[in-house]
């Protein structure tokens, strides 16, 4: 049902599996002894499986729908009202395995062949009930490649205000969802022309769509979106993100006033969408180490290696090159990076810290301190430069240059 069978008729990868029956809870338990029953108020239950959970969810009605949230009641009841409760045609479409045929009581294989997205009853009480479907209907059409239905566009537009009624966290998935889904430039391009861009992102609502940067951003989008079809959450929100501190107005500030005060308004947009604190961190590492891929070809050895050697620099190389497409399409630190960092996993060596440690260097007589911290790093910066390349060589060169 819902999403599994659109996908299999699309000839698309499915990603979970829901099953509806017309058993009722307490049944579903008898069955499958070894449900989890967290969902069972609404007719939900899940089954573990060695490699996927599964949904069994009784055929049901939502009613009585409050805050343009959730429904306050559920009632068990037949396929066809199971399927008015759905959000779109396409994804109300059930296959049932003792006839081998589609249920479709709602159109949905018609939407499919016209490739449209298209709310189920009306539109306008569609999205008052749930408004998180409002952005459902702009991530499915941009990752389908389907069209929007006259009706239910319109509807989106007349309404895109209700988006605000959703908590952070639930649009903030949405919102990755279309980051990481096929065609997130698209996604962006409907969210803006249908006006819900602003409700969604306000910080970032001065990015014009008839502006230069919003011609940018939606390039960076889609240069990331070709080549990184498997992409990190932390890398796509980079690519919205990195140059959300760029406005008309603070263009004279100096860089650093303007990184502080970039990454104060990544900030807000983080804490608004509930973001986890380990993808806010990554974020803002990606957009603050983005400068120095215009040094890469100056910097000293030591330097570049510890560059490309942090864990997040495949993502880093990533972003880099959608930005560079999208703004004056200059590849050549990319290129340059990116060579250096195919040589280093080619042949990683040893990691260039445990040539020597603390523990060495006291043995030899030296006591915690700066001039310990110093050697260290020299040694480092050596066995980063392959200067150094055994133990033994470092003692050696620690031994002539350090000691008497
Ligand atoms: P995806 O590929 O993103 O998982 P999906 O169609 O499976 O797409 P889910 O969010 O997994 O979407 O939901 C499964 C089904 O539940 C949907 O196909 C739809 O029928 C129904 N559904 C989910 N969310 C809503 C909602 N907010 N309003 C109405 N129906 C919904
Ligand atoms: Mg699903």
Not at 229 to 253: C, M
Not at 266 to 273: G, T
Request: aromatic share 8%; net charge neutral; proline share 4%.
């Amino acid at each position: 049902m819902g999403g599994s069978v659109r996908d299999f008729l699309l000839g698309r990868e499915t990603k979970d599996h829901d099953i509806a029956t017309s058993a009722n809870p307490d049944e579903l338990c008898e069955i499958f002894t070894n449900a989890v029953t967290v969902g069972k108020i609404f007719g939900v239950i899940r089954v573990p499986y060695p490699d996927q959970v599964i949904e069994v969810a009784t055929f049901r009605q939502d009613l009585d729908y409050r805050d343009h949230r959730h429904p306050e009641k559920v009632v068990f009841s037949s396929p066809e009202d199971d399927a008015q409760r759905r959000d779109f045609t396409v994804n109300a479409l059930f296959y049932d395995p003792k006839t081998s045929r589609i249920l479709d009581t709602v159109e949905g294989m018609n939407a499919l062949r016209e490739k449209s997205i298209c709310a189920i009853g009306n539109p306008t009480h569609r999205f008052k009930e749930d408004a998180l479907r409002l952005l459902r209907a702009v991530r499915f059409s941009a990752e389908l490649n389907f069209i929007l239905e006259e009706y239910t566009a319109l509807a989106i537009e007349q309404h895109a205000r209700l988006i605000t009624k959703i908590s952070g966290e639930r649009v903030r998935d949405e919102l990755t969802l279309m980051l990481t889904g096929s065609h997130p430039a698209e996604a962006f391009r409907l969210l803006s022309s249908t006006g819900l861009f602003p409700w969604v992102l306000p910080e970032i609502s001065h990015f014009k769509p008839t502006g230069g940067m919003w011609t940018y951003l939606v390039k960076a989008l889609d240069a990331l979106s070709r080549q990184s079809p498997r992409r990190s959450s932390a890398v796509a929100w980079a690519t919205l993100l990195h140059e959300a501190g760029k406005t008309a107005t603070n263009k004279k500030i100096d860089s650093e006033a303007l990184t502080a005060a970039h990454l104060a308004l990544v900030q807000k947009i983080s804490d608004r969408l509930k973001m986890p604190g380990e993808l806010i961190d990554s974020i803002c590492l990606l957009i603050t180490e983005q400068p120095k891929f215009r040094e890469v070809f100056e910097m000293r050895e030591s330097t570049l290696q510890r560059f490309i050697r942090q864990p997040k620099f495949a993502e880093l190389l990533a972003l880099h090159r959608a930005v560079a497409i999208a703004s004056d399409g200059n590849l050549a630190f990319y290129e340059f990076a990116q060579s250096r960092y195919a040589e280093f996993l080619k042949s990683p060596g040893m990691d260039a810290k445990k040539f020597l440690t603390g523990e060495d260097l006291i043995q030899m007589g030296f006591s915690p301190g700066p001039k310990f911290s110093q050697i260290l790093r020299t040694v480092e910066d050596l066995a980063l430069e392959l200067k150094i390349t055994s133990k033994q060589e470092a003692l050696d060169y620690v031994l002539q240059h350090f000691v008497g």
